[in-house]
């Protein structure tokens, strides 16, 4: 028995509204339970359409319903009763998602002879009990203007109006209705719609794990693009514009990427069990698997690919469409000043552009911006429209390669890069990247695909934040700042393949730069900074900065002083180049370091002994101004430090600062920072429960620690960590480090799982040190459960260096050579993995 015999028979037999609803609740249940058995028949748009249609379907019964329960025998005709059912928003569209907002207009017209509030309410009690997830409005017929003013989001959603059921005199009542909304001041419509989508697409910028309604290039777009060409046009669809607006081809690239984001929405929804908008990482393999690509990075890639055309689409049309709204009649005669070239305008660092003209080939455009001043310029989407759809042809011409150099001259290079990724070009004038383009990398670390990212990097080039960076990029000469922004713009355009990306990096580099017509003797230079590019994070972040060998066997790949600036820099845009708030202070201070103490090692023929370069620190130290303000016993004993590491990690102001409190210090003080990440620096004569404090504190990801012996009994610490603490908490975390200093305080650390192959202990690292290693599964409070293990057999750590990446922990940690500690290296491994 279907679902409308079964609710006529629960009428013919008085059932009451309980049972009713309660009939309704299973049917829509049973429907929800058959959904994906649906998807796997139908996807896209078509999924789309026949849930809207089921669900028009259910509606149609509940009102039917109504009528028949107050009616009785006696049911007028539906078209003589003044109520319309309409559909709003993506469900008016007849794009309504599985768990969707289902967004219903009620109109009805005032009648003596029909009591419509009652129908209304009682068919609103139905759809509730029944479990429909409703967003719904109810208005006469008379008020629909005057609500259609008070927000623009009603507004728009009655442009996207669609009869469900009702009377056909009422609906077309309303349709007059509508008709006038839409000419209702159009402007204001359209440029709030445009600004409302700015402020969007700011907020939700363009990711790896990508917002499918919000973001950059997802429906909302595409609505924004439906809702302007509905008010000046009328349409009902976009594909009626084909031909007049844009071609036939250029909507059907559109569509097909529109019905990819059709398709992963409703599987995220459908997958989730709820409204899930932002395909995350945890969902993309099953995802993937539902719609039949072989794995998540095909998926994402081809929806990254989806989102820019769509973001291509609906800028250059927008604009076209919106362009008799948007265009300022006054800035005429500042236009004609402005002309560059036929149909081409520069207005105070906008380049304007007809939509009228025909396109220019790739050649003249690329003359035209080498022809404009070298500034941050903005495009406006008329000239997105002619460098998308110019013509290229390959291979590309000497004059091309010409032009493409002169660009990279330029300081200010990343807008028209941007323009040139934006356009869906860039890979046509750069053939190596091809194989990166809309590529995600899943490491755990960039925030941008390949292509992206690489385009940022140039963005951190052009605005150096860090001033010593900076200093050094000034510095360099035309030639190698040319060099740099290739390499830059291409150190990873070997990602992708099997091999090691940054060796077929430097496979692609050399080709690049030969047609950009460097000097020959840059060829090298240039493979070896690829070849390199991740080599000095990675000694930063992972190695000893303070033991020669780590130096010799860094500089020994990286030649020359000048190899090693550059390398420098590349590092720096690389590192901003990742995503908001990468470069940390902690980063940029290890990167310095290592920069400064592979230059002095660089700089000498002879290797530098430890002992020389105490006594270098030693003599800037005693030279320093600050230092001759001690008294002659503060100066010994700030000289008489034992630890060479804490001479080498200091500046000579460091130094003075630190022993400065250090001299105050009666029995412990401490000072907390969170400029950065948060930042503890203690001074302590009185033991300290270092244990206690980091498995407190253990909810912070801790990135480095230092311990010193200074002088007094004094010692040392400085413990710093990635993250900023949350508001309000750092009373908390005071309380914490003062707790710290009762040795009775006990705190239950989880014992984490290592495995011995995972530890290394170098008992030959320095006469003084020894290194250990670890390399495992990251797990919360693992340092604490070190320091801990290293408190109870009596051995201090000098200093430890935290870095984890993939999930991954690769820690190292020098120890203080004493209590026969190499001679118990098996005991103190068998603790630590808890043998």
């Not at 007849?94 to 907002?101: F, K, N, P, R, T």
């Not at 934006?422 to 046509?428: E, F, P």
Request: net charge neutral; hydrophobic share 40%.
């Amino acid at each position: 028995m279907s679902i409308t015999e079964e609710i006529e028979d629960l009428i013919d037999k008085n059932g009451s509204d309980f049972e009713i609803s309660k009939r309704f609740k299973f049917h829509i249940q049973e429907y929800k339970n058959s959904l994906g058995m649906i998807f796997e028949r139908n996807q896209g748009k078509d999924f789309l359409v026949i849930h809207t249609k089921t669900l028009d379907s259910i509606i149609s019964l509940m009102y039917k319903t109504v009528l028949r329960r107050l009616f009785g025998n006696y049911l007028p005709m539906r078209s003589s009763i003044p109520i319309a059912f309409i559909a709003l928003g993506s469900y008016g569209r007849e794009q309504l998602c599985v768990h969707s907002d289902i967004d219903l207009m009620i109109v009805y017209e005032k009648n003596e002879g029909y009591n419509t509030a009652a129908i209304i309410e009682k068919f609103l009690y139905l759809a509730w009990d029944a479990g429909l997830k409703l967003g719904h409005r109810v208005h006469e017929v008379g008020d629909l203007l005057s609500a259609s003013r008070e927000d623009i989001t009603i507004k728009t959603a009655m442009m996207e109006s669609r009869l469900i059921i009702g009377s056909p005199f009422t609906w077309s009542a309303t349709q007059n209705k509508l008709t006038a909304i839409r000419h209702d001041n159009p402007k204001a419509f359209i440029l709030a719609k445009i600004e409302e989508a700015d402020i969007r697409r700011r907020k939700f910028p363009s990711s790896m794990q990508p917002q499918i309604k919000e973001g950059v290039g997802g429906l909302r777009d595409s609505q924004l693009l439906y809702w302007i060409a509905k008010t000046i046009y009328g349409v009902n669809s976009l594909k009626e514009l084909s031909d007049q607006l844009f071609s036939e081809e250029q909507y059907r690239e559109y569509r097909i990427a529109l019905e990819l984001l059709f398709r992963v929405r409703s599987a995220l929804h459908l997958l989730s069990g709820k409204q899930q908008d932002q395909l995350v990482l945890d969902y993309m393999p099953r995802i993937a698997q539902m719609l039949g690509f072989s794995d998540e990075r095909k998926l994402v890639s081809k929806l990254l690919e989806a989102q820019w055309r769509i973001n291509n689409f609906t800028q250059i049309y927008v604009k076209k469409m919106a362009r008799i709204y948007l265009n300022d009649p006054t800035q005429t005669a500042a236009l004609r000043a402005g002309r560059i070239q036929k149909g081409f305008y520069a207005i105070e660092g906008t380049l304007y552009s007809s939509y009228n003209i025909p396109t220019p080939p790739i050649e003249t455009l690329l003359e035209m911006l080498n022809s404009l001043e070298d500034r941050e310029w903005k495009f406006d989407s008329s000239v997105l429209f002619h460098f998308t759809y110019t013509i290229i042809r390959h291979p590309l011409k000497v004059k091309t390669y010409t032009f493409l150099r002169k660009l990279f001259e330029r300081d200010h290079l990343y807008v028209i890069m941007k323009l040139l990724y934006d356009a869906g070009i860039l890979h046509h004038l750069i053939g190596a990247f091809k194989k990166v383009l809309h590529l995600p990398q899943f490491d755990g670390y960039h925030t941008y695909p390949v292509d992206l990212h690489s385009i940022k990097c140039i963005e951190a080039l052009e605005s150096i934040k860090d001033p010593y960076v900076e200093t050094l990029y000034t510095q360099l000469s035309a030639t190698d700042k040319l060099l740099l922004k290739a390499v830059i713009l291409l150190h990873d355009t070997g990602k992708g393949r099997k091999q090691d990306h940054s060796e077929v990096g430097t496979k692609l580099i050399v080709p690049f730069i030969k047609n950009l017509k460097l000097p020959s003797l840059q060829y090298e230079r240039a493979a070896l900074l690829v070849r390199n590019h991740v080599l000095m994070t990675h000694v930063a972040y992972r190695e000893n900065l303070y033991h020669e060998k780590t130096l010799y066997q860094f500089m020994s790949k990286i030649k020359t002083p000048e190899n090693l600036k550059l390398l420098y820099i590349l590092t720096y845009a690389d590192v901003n180049g990742v995503g908001p708030g990468t470069y940390t202070g902690f980063g940029a201070n290890l990167l310095h370091e290592l920069y400064e103490a592979s230059l002095e090692i660089a700089s000498q023929n002879d290797r530098i002994t430890d002992a020389i370069k105490r006594q270098n620190k030693e003599k800037k130290l005693t030279n320093d101004p600050q230092f001759g303000e001690l008294s002659k016993i503060e100066q010994k004993k700030v000289l008489a430090i034992e630890s060479n590491l804490f001479f080498f990690k200091h500046t000579p102001s460091e130094i003075i600062n630190i022993s400065k409190e250090a001299f105050q210090c009666q029995t412990f003080t401490y000072q907390l920072d969170i400029e950065g990440g948060l930042v503890i620096h203690i001074y302590r004569k009185i033991p300290l429960n270092l244990g206690y404090l980091l498995g407190k504190l253990s909810y912070l990801d801790v990135a480095s620690m230092d311990i010193f012996t200074l002088f007094d009994g004094i010692k040392y610490f400085k413990i710093e960590f990635l993250q900023r603490p949350r508001e309000g908490t750092m009373e908390q975390i005071e309380m914490i480090v003062e707790e710290a200093f009762d040795m009775s305080k006990k705190i239950d650390l989880p014992k984490p799982i290592i495995k011995p192959s995972e530890i290394t202990l170098d008992c030959d690292h320095s006469i003084h040190y020894a290194q250990l290693n670890l390399n495992t599964t990251n797990q919360r409070g693992l340092l604490a459960y070190f320091v801990q293990c290293f408190d109870e057999a009596q051995i201090n750590i000098a200093t430890a260096k935290i870095h984890t990446n993939k999930n991954m922990a690769r820690d190292h940690f020098l120890i203080e050579k004493q209590n026969r500690m190499c001679d118990n290296a098996r005991e103190i491994i068998a603790k630590l993995v808890g043998e």
